[in-house]
């Protein structure tokens, strides 16, 4: 990082111009600069992408295009230069990105953002700085992130470093990761480095490292590493060794452990509200193979129920990650429990979706051309992406200790949050990451779910699907009393409870009753909008196909649930707009 220029405050967008100041508008220009996926001269569509990630090699022409249009300002905060202001609105504008190519999205991406934000949460004014010019130079600076290992681990997070404090200050090095992103190309590295050698939360702190900085040998750069999803992205080992300034240490000692759960908050929503656009991509897929020689431009009766179920999965997946997303600026102190539970759901109901499709695909679904051949690569992409199991240990390692509590003075006590939470177009505070914790216990969404339910009773005789709403709206009341008494009843926790499999059991329980109470959330905040979101039959569509995955009482879909629901899908398909809540235009 020392030797890069100081270079413009905001970044230059080479020959496309100045970036708009809106979300939406800059993500508009990035779907616009990319072009149209289908087109097979497009360097930026599935055919070129594609044929890359069959030479697992990196698509070079749409990675200068990205750097030329300055999408790193978007992983950087406002008052250092960036445009990164609402996490929400970043999640958008990559959203044209992760609708293409989600190792591209990775790869290019978000990555430089998840290694950064320890240094935006806790670095000095001088690290704060360094990093925002590495990211904003015309070069296409890259930070990767170096994470501290984990229970349940997959390669990406097996492993760690240490850090020895040295005599007469800094540290030494040592250890080796085999599997990082970007290890070979990094400017900049977060290392979550293990300082002290026994367990608990001081065992670990996080260091700013620059490569040109190091002691001669000080970092090995380790042959690139085959996977089997995201076959495109740039995974290789590291081994450091050697001492480095005491003015790499983030923060202060032992902080490691408290910067990743704060930090990681924003990655788990960041994630989930991307991979939405991949599997958007692939409903796409399953829409065009199901009208494929229907002269009526209506599917065949048996992928009726799948094509809109997976829709209104999308938009119920959206709706969580965006409300968890917003809730970091909104909520900052009680944020960690939605983003834990958006970690938790989301990806799985993605990976649902993916199965359905593939029964609309069928023998599509084993093309490799561009036509459907991203369905293949984002059933492969989608595991490393998500990081598995880890991901999901991670998450219930967040709310399970908070369960107890949360059953005994939270649950049908804490007040309903502001209705911004669930719009989108409703303005926000700028995302600090300095005021992000986890010393919160209110739970803002199941006070959400409970008043909508309170409201949704007495429109019972306004027609069957409102009347319907509110049967399910009840039923994951029903669900929110039962998880009370028996979370209530959990023993004080200690680290046992981590591994019991009867409060994992009902930490995912409650997980997507959060996802329903998002729902509701969004859908009550759409009154009077006349949109297809105002109507109720997605929320009904949604909720029950929730309620079925928990075990609630569903009750039976109303007639014209499915029509209504599968009609906006087949709208949207020939209109190119979003599968998601924002119904955007798509190129092509």
Not at 344 to 361: A, C, H, Y
Not at 376 to 401: F, M, S
Not at 529 to 550: E, K, N, Q, Y
Not at 564 to 569: A, D, G, R, W, Y
Request: net charge neutral.
């Amino acid at each position: 990082m020392t030797a890069r220029p100081a270079g413009p405050a905001a970044p230059a967008a080479g020959g496309f111009g100045a970036a708009p100041p809106g979300g939406a508008e800059r993500a508009a220009r990035l779907e616009e600069l990319l072009g149209d996926p289908g087109d097979p001269g497009n360097p930026h569509g599935y055919r070129a992408l594609l044929e890359a990630d069959d030479r697992r090699a990196v698509p070079e022409a749409t990675e200068d295009l990205l750097t030329r249009a300055g999408l790193a300002a978007e992983f950087v905060p406002q008052e250092l230069g960036g445009r990164l202001a609402r996490p929400d609105l970043l999640a958008r504008v990559l959203r044209p990105l992760f609708r293409r190519d989600v190792a591209l999205g990775f790869g290019y991406g978000i990555t430089s953002l998840f290694g950064a934000s320890a240094v935006w949460a806790a670095g000095d004014d001088q690290q704060r700085t360094d990093t925002a010019r590495l990211l904003l130079s015309g070069g296409g600076g890259r930070v990767t992130i170096l994470h501290h290992e984990l229970a349940h681990a997959n390669a990406i997070l097996r492993d760690e470093f240490t850090a020895r404090s040295a005599p007469g200050g800094g540290f030494v090095l040592g250890g080796r990761k085999d599997v990082v992103i970007n290890a070979d190309r990094a400017d900049a590295f977060v290392m979550y480095a293990r300082t002290a050698a026994s367990a608990g939360p001081r065992s670990h702190s996080v260091l700013l490292l620059d490569p040109e900085r190091l002691p001669p040998g000080g970092v090995r750069r380790l042959p690139r590493v085959p996977t089997p999803g995201m076959r495109g992205s740039r995974f290789a080992g590291l081994e450091f060794t050697g001492r480095v300034p005491a003015d790499t240490l983030v923060g202060d000692i032992g902080d490691g452990v408290s910067l990743a759960l704060r930090t990681f908050m924003v990655n788990r929503c960041l994630i989930p509200a991307t991979l939405v656009a991949g599997v958007d991509s692939v409903l796409r897929f399953a829409v065009r193979a199901a009208l494929t020689g229907r002269p009526a431009g209506w599917p065949p009766r048996r992928y009726h129920s799948v094509l809109a179920g997976v829709f209104a999965d999308l938009l119920a997946c959206d709706s969580m990650a965006v409300t968890g997303l917003r809730a970091l600026s909104l909520l900052p102190d009680s944020a960690h429990l939605p983003a834990a539970a958006v970690k938790m759901t989301t990806p799985d109901l993605l990976r649902e979706d993916l199965e359905e499709l593939s029964t609309v695909l069928g023998a599509r679904g084993y093309d490799r051309g561009p036509r459907y051949g991203g369905f293949q690569k984002l059933l492969r992409d989608l595991p490393v992406a998500g990081l598995g199991h880890a991901g999901t240990a991670a998450c219930q390692a967040v709310i399970v200790p908070q369960l107890r509590t949360l059953a005994r003075q939270s649950w049908f006590r804490t007040d309903e949050p502001t209705a911004r939470l669930f719009l989108p177009a409703a303005p926000l505070p700028a995302l600090d990451y300095r005021r992000l914790t986890l010393l919160g216990s209110d739970d803002v969404l199941t006070a959400s779910l409970i008043g909508t339910a309170e409201r949704l009773g007495p429109l019972r005789a306004d027609g069957p699907h409102l009347a319907a709403l509110a049967d399910l709206a009840a039923a994951f009341v029903q669900e929110m009393r039962a998880l009370r008494e028996q979370c209530g009843r959990l023993t004080e926790y200690d680290r046992s409870t981590l591994v019991d499999p009867r409060a994992c059991a009902l930490a995912d329980r409650y997980a997507l009753v959060l996802t329903a109470a998002a729902c509701l959330g969004v859908w009550q905040g759409q009154d009077g909008t006349d949109s297809f979101l105002d109507d109720p039959a997605w929320a009904v569509l949604a909720l029950s196909r929730i309620g079925r995955r928990l075990g609630v009482p569903v009750p039976e879909l109303p007639d014209g649930v499915t029509e209504s629901v599968l009609t906006e899908v087949l709208d949207r398909f020939r209109g190119g707009r979003s599968f998601d809540l924002y119904d955007t235009p798509l190129a092509g």
